[in-house]
T-cell receptor, first 119, second 114 residues
Framework: GAGVSQTPSNKVTEKGKYVELRCDPI?????LYWYRQSLGQGPEFLIY????????DSGLPNDRFFAVRPEGSVSTLKIQRTERGDSAVYLC?????????????????FGPGTRLTVL | AQKITQTQPGMFVQEKEAVTLDCTYD???????LFWYKQPSSGEMIFLIY??????QNATEGRYSLNFQKARKSANLVISASQLGDSAMYFC???????????FGGGTRLMVKP
């Protein structure tokens, strides 16, 4: 079946511009996650959704970053007034649901990422 | 807060030999999960293996095994019979009791020599 897809694969923008990054999760997966991976580092959590609601947005670095998932499927990460420091690969992942206390793992399936370059 | 430490920025291994990639973690939770992911140069994150904090046996998946030492808070990945295609970045990650997000380490770049 189809995996997690992300568009665009690459985005080059100028400082101060607005960008939107899209994530299509695996069909039926209710949980969706956004991570940011800077060059040479591990991914860092940004936000995750259970259904349509943001269950935890504690990883968003500031109020220029916002994400939505209006119908509980596709999600869009929005970055306003981009800065050069926003340049990174933005990874999206989905899982069948949320892991509960004491439950077995709930594997997160990752998309290929969107490489954002802010000039 | 959780923290994952991978102290080996780069590792070389000869093809067909075994290699151990180190991972230590810090958490105050009793219930947590540990993951290893592989990231080839193409960029996608590929799940390899999982260990739950209450699992009594070390996890194994084919050529991958996880050497879990709970008292030491370490979860090292062992790859047996290395192959050229194993050359990639490897990330250790943890999911804690309260959240569902993964906390990743800084990664280890593994290079398999023919």
């Amino acid at each position: 079946g189809a995996g997690v897809s992300q568009t665009p694969s690459n985005k080059v923008t100028e400082k101060g511009k607005y960008v939107e990054l899209r994530c299509d999760p695996i069909s039926g997966h209710t949980a969706l996650y956004w991570y940011r991976q800077s060059l040479g580092q591990g991914p860092e959590f940004l936000i995750y959704f259970q259904g349509t609601g943001a269950a935890d947005d504690s990883g968003l670095p500031n109020d220029r970053f916002f994400a939505v998932r209006p119908e509980g499927s596709v999600s869009t990460l929005k970055i306003q007034r981009t800065e050069r420091g926003d340049s990174a690969v933005y990874l999206c992942a989905s899982s069948p649901g949320l892991a509960g206390v004491g439950s077995s793992y709930n594997e997160q399936f990752f998309g290929p990422g969107t490489r954002l370059t802010v000039l | 807060a959780q923290k994952i430490t991978q102290t080996q920025p780069g590792m070389f291994v000869q093809e067909k030999e075994a290699v151990t990639l180190d991972c230590t973690y810090d958490t105050s939770d009793q219930s947590y999960g540990l993951f290893w992911y592989k990231q080839p140069s193409s960029g996608e994150m590929i799940f390899l293996i999982y260990q739950g904090s209450y699992d009594e046996q070390n996890a194994t998946e084919g050529r991958y095994s996880l050497n879990f030492q709970k008292a030491r808070k370490s979860a090292n990945l062992v790859i047996s019979a290395s192959q050229l295609g194993d050359s990639a970045m490897y990330f250790c990650a943890m999911r804690d009791r309260a959240g569902n997000m993964l906390t990743f380490g800084g990664g280890t770049r593994l290079m398999v020599k023919p």
